[in-house]
């Protein structure tokens, strides 16, 4: 076989047997760190039990994973891990009739395709904010992603609110703001604009490191100081986040541990062992650095 150069023709083994050796993937982006690490822990625990992983990148847009779902599917997968649980009625119908184990990781929906890995992006927006209240903060911004299409961030956007109402502060909606896309420049356009509206503001919430990391650059553009007069908070832990200046105060995912579990449940589910629970709450940690204040 070496000699020659044979490769086995794995699909049509795999029709044989009605199902291949692949485990299909669905992520918003590729190239986002967040999302690497929860696909490089699916791959290491699906590569010991001999599976690998075919990967797809919806660019966040719903009815994009609906078009990749119909073409994974025809690829015979053993199982398939989608990023979010954010699908067309179609996708879910797809989903559905597919009748292999499906795993939605990184948010914990109350009516799961199948299984389900992640974290309460609700209760860890709360925390986040919430720790920013009791540094005395209280004129707090928002930035977010596309709520409509973002089944994550719009968790966060209600812990955000859920915090300043238990200490009495009415939401106010101009004090949030939408970025475009998850890079520097788009986190820039959205934090600009909140400081343009709002200077009075004291804190800040970003949902992604990314966008935190641009609201330092522009606090020191504008001469803010941070944290003494604007707190910022980020969410994810990306490894940059300990080496900004001022080391940034966010919201650690285990995200290798939420690919590396639904693995797990791909795989205890083609081995037909019994599954625990359909949702697996990893947890989160709110990690606190200098870009915010001590609680007082």
């Known amino acids: 076989m070496a000699e020659v150069g044979y490769v086995p023709n794995l699909v049509a083994g795999g029709l044989a047997a009605t199902r291949t050796r692949i485990v299909a993937a669905i992520v918003p982006y590729i190239q986002h760190g967040v999302f690497a690490d929860a696909v490089q822990g699916l791959t290491d625990g699906l590569r010991q039990a001999g599976y690998c992983v075919l990967l797809g990148s919806s660019g966040g847009v719903a009815k994009e994973e609906e078009t990749i779902i119909r073409t994974l599917l025809g690829h015979r997968p053993a199982g398939l891990v989608?990023?979010?649980?954010?699908?067309?009625?179609?996708?879910?119908?797809?989903?559905?009739?597919?009748?292999?184990?499906?795993?939605?990781?990184?948010?914990?929906?109350?009516?799961?395709?199948?299984?389900?890995?992640?974290?309460?992006?609700?209760?860890?927006?709360?925390?986040?904010?919430?720790?920013?209240?009791?540094?005395?903060?209280?004129?707090?911004?928002?930035?977010?992603?596309p709520i409509a299409s973002n089944d994550r961030h719009s968790q966060r956007l209600m812990g955000y609110v859920d915090a300043l109402e238990r200490v009495g502060i009415t939401?106010?909606?101009?004090?949030?703001?939408?970025?475009?896309?998850?890079?520097?420049?788009?986190?820039?356009?959205?934090?600009?604009?909140?400081?343009?509206?709002?200077p009075d503001l004291d804190g800040l919430f970003c949902a992604s490191?990314?966008?935190?990391?641009?609201?330092?650059?522009?606090?020191?553009?504008?001469?803010?100081?941070?944290?003494?007069?604007?707190?910022?908070?980020?969410?994810?832990?990306?490894?940059?986040?300990?080496?900004?200046?001022?080391?940034?105060?966010?919201?650690?995912?285990p995200r290798l541990e939420i690919g590396a579990h639904a693995a797990e449940l791909i795989i205890a589910r083609l081995s037909?062992?019994?599954?625990?629970?359909?949702?697996?709450?990893?947890g989160f940690e709110l990690v606190l650095r200098e870009s915010t204040l001590p609680a007082s």
């Open 272 to 282: 037909n062992q019994p599954i625990a629970a359909r949702k697996t709450d990893v």
């Open 82 to 145: 989608i990023q979010g649980a954010n699908h067309t009625d179609a996708t879910r119908a797809l989903l559905v009739k597919a009748n292999i184990p499906i795993v939605e990781m990184g948010t914990l929906t109350d009516t799961p395709v199948d299984m389900c890995v992640g974290y309460s992006n609700r209760e860890a927006a709360c925390g986040a904010v919430g720790h920013m209240i009791a540094t005395g903060c209280r004129r707090i911004g928002l930035v977010v992603a």
């Open 171 to 198: 939401h106010d909606s101009s004090l949030v703001a939408t970025a475009r896309g998850f890079n520097f420049n788009d986190g820039c356009t959205a934090v600009a604009s909140l400081l343009d509206r709002h």
């Open 209 to 253: 490191d990314i966008w935190a990391m641009s609201a330092l650059a522009e606090c020191r553009k504008r001469g803010i100081q941070v944290p003494a007069e604007l707190s910022v908070c980020g969410f994810n832990d990306q490894e940059f986040s300990s080496e900004l200046s001022p080391p940034l105060t966010t919201v650690r995912v």
